[in-house]
């Protein structure tokens, strides 16, 4: 397994730990995930960020209580990712920095391979991915791109996994 943290900041040298920009609600016992930490996201989750930073998308992916008729949903691909339409280009064109990070003083939260550290952390590489769009089909993802990402929210009614990120900034 390999870790990673992505970023629009191409010189990144030394990862302190920080609070969230924006705190979730989390379940009693675990509000210290908005606290200061470094985050990463393991090898087989990494497509949740292969977008620029602020784009707005919803993933999808079957677990393991999905039924078939949901799975079906997938066609065939492990999972999708929806975009808006306003973000092809810049998904196209944008380059963003693939930083990999040392497994030792990562913890494994349990929420689709995102890991924390509490400490510094140094990166061990660091790669810059241009032409985001051709990142999908490789590691099974379907993407889709759409008009807007509102009726895509329907799939929450299902039995797959919904990740939404950076719905702030999706069209009303």
Known sequence: MRLFH???D???AVFEPRPVRIPSERPPGQEWLNGPLVWAIDDINDFLYLFPRDCPRILVWAKSDTTAEDQSLLGGWRGTAYIERGWLERLETE??????????HFEDIQDAGMWVS???VVPLALT?????HREFAPRGIELKVVD???PVKALRD???HVSAIRMRNAQP
Do not use: N
């Open 95 to 104: 380059t963003i920095h693939r930083y990999e990070m040392p497994l030792d």
């Open 128 to 132: 810059a991915l241009s032409g985001l």
């Open 10 to 12: 191409p010189a990144i």
């Open 6 to 8: 992505f970023s629009d």
């Open 158 to 160: 299902t039995t797959l």
């Open 148 to 150: 807007s990402l509102t």
């Open 118 to 120: 509490r400490s510094t």
